[in-house]
């Protein structure tokens, strides 16, 4: 049997939660077709540092991109691009923000990788400016993401690997047209506005002959969104935490729980799949399902959940980490963190904020939206 097509999609900054809703034509589209991964966490609230852990099967610590603004991929860590190619696939990308922008070296291994964004409104180079809000403003837009995309899949005679990333859904929330769904905030409306044109890419690849069932497909966010009270789980703003603007500085469930979907040729179809797992995972589920030789990793291959009869899996603990608040102007003092979030038999999570001896625990069985922080050291503050 020839190896599939193989198609990543990235919904930028879209919550699990929302993604999840029902309300999402396209993601449902491909939740019918696949497997669902009801609890998958994100390694980052960065867009950078989080697709370099889906692309290298690494975590931060290991790929080498830590903050916003600092580093770049390590070069002695394939990529899965790379693999790809050296594989006999075509490769391609069409992204959408700065925070995919080629200096960052997550291009590593595509023969075609379209990062062209416009500047900011006032002139400004978005790759040097440390706000993630502001960066939201330098972005190429779905329909223009759709439209590059199918010209170079149009292209392809051979086996091709593509990776289509959507950035519609992060801040300024002003979505460009009502696309028929019905929706809670100018957040969802985003949210929708990008599931539309994900079904109009879906639709070329069926058109040309691609349909769903023979595609390998995955659909995931890097990371998800804290709207600050639009949301029972969110923290930013006037509940507590200030210098929060929509993800980067905290690692609540509301910005490390993503949609992670995954569909292909022999895979099931509507599972859903309750156990936790990471984004780390991602690249060794692909090398596993390809029959590719595997990377050294720091995830799992996802490959027992998508049995025809299911394999019992052991727990997965999802480490995660952000050092964007040591980059956040205006809020001297802010520390980096780290997080592990457990789920075997009690849903536990530990957040410490390095350089101290501050660590908080939620249990997430009684406490989901992570209001109650029992402080294990250090002294109280402001971030429980």
């Known amino acids: 049997m020839p190896q599939p097509n193989v198609l ?38 960065l867009t950078p540092v989080s697709h370099a852990t889906v692309f290298t099967g690494r975590q931060p610590p290991g790929h080498g991109i830590r903050h916003l603004l600092s580093e770049q991929l390590r070069t002695d860590v394939p990529t899965l691009a790379e693999r790809m190619k050296d594989s006999g696939y075509a490769t391609g990308a069409v992204v959408s923000c700065p925070g995919l922008n080629k200096w960052y070296g997550i291009d590593r291994g595509f023969d075609f990788y379209d990062d062209e964004i416009p500047r900011l409104p006032d002139g400004r180079d978005p790759l040097k400016v440390g706000d993630v809000k502001m960066r939201g403003l330098a972005l190429k837009r779905a329909p223009t993401v759709v439209e590059r995309s199918i010209a170079w899949l149009a292209r392809q005679d051979g086996p091709f690997f593509f990776f289509a990333h959507f950035f519609d859904a992060h801040w300024p929330y002003e979505p460009p047209e009502d696309v028929g769904v019905e929706v809670a905030n100018p957040y969802e409306g ?15 690849l069926e058109e040309a002959g691609h349909d769903l069932g023979s595609l390998l497909v995955i659909c995931f966010s ?12 969110d923290h930013a703003g006037d509940l507590g935490h200030p210098y929060e603007e929509g993800h980067g ?17 022999g895979l099931p179809r509507g599972r859903e799949i309750a156990d936790q797992v990471r984004l780390v995972d991602i690249m060794p589920t692909v090398l596993d399902l390809l029959g590719m030789k595997s990377e050294p990793s720091d995830g799992l291959s996802l490959s027992g959940y998508l049995a ?25 003092g802010l520390r980096p963190l780290h997080a592990v979030r457990l789920s075997e038999g009690t849903r536990q999570k530990v957040i410490w904020q390095i350089g101290t001896n501050t660590v908080d625990h939620y249990d997430l069985d009684t406490d989901p939206n992570e209001r109650s922080a029992r402080r294990l050291t250090g002294e109280s503050d402001a971030w429980g």
Do not use: K
Not at 222 to 233: K, M, S
Not at 249 to 265: H, N, Y
């Open 222 to 233: 890097d990371h998800g969104e804290d709207l600050a009270g639009w949301y029972p789980n």
């Open 8 to 45: 990543f999609v990235s919904l930028d900054t879209v919550r699990s939660d929302v993604a999840y809703s029902g309300r999402m034509p396209n993601i449902e589209r491909l939740r019918a077709h696949g497997t669902t991964f009801l609890q998958a966490v994100s390694s980052c609230p």
């Open 190 to 204: 985003e949210v929708a506005y990008s599931d539309h044109y994900v079904g109009r890419l879906l639709d070329a």
């Open 308 to 332: 025809p009869e299911q394999a019992e899996q052991a727990p997965r603990p999802a480490y995660s980490e952000t050092y964007f608040p040591s980059e956040r102007a205006g809020y001297p």
């Open 249 to 265: 500085c905290l690692l609540f469930d509301a910005t490390q729980m993503v949609p992670l979907i995954v569909s292909g040729p």
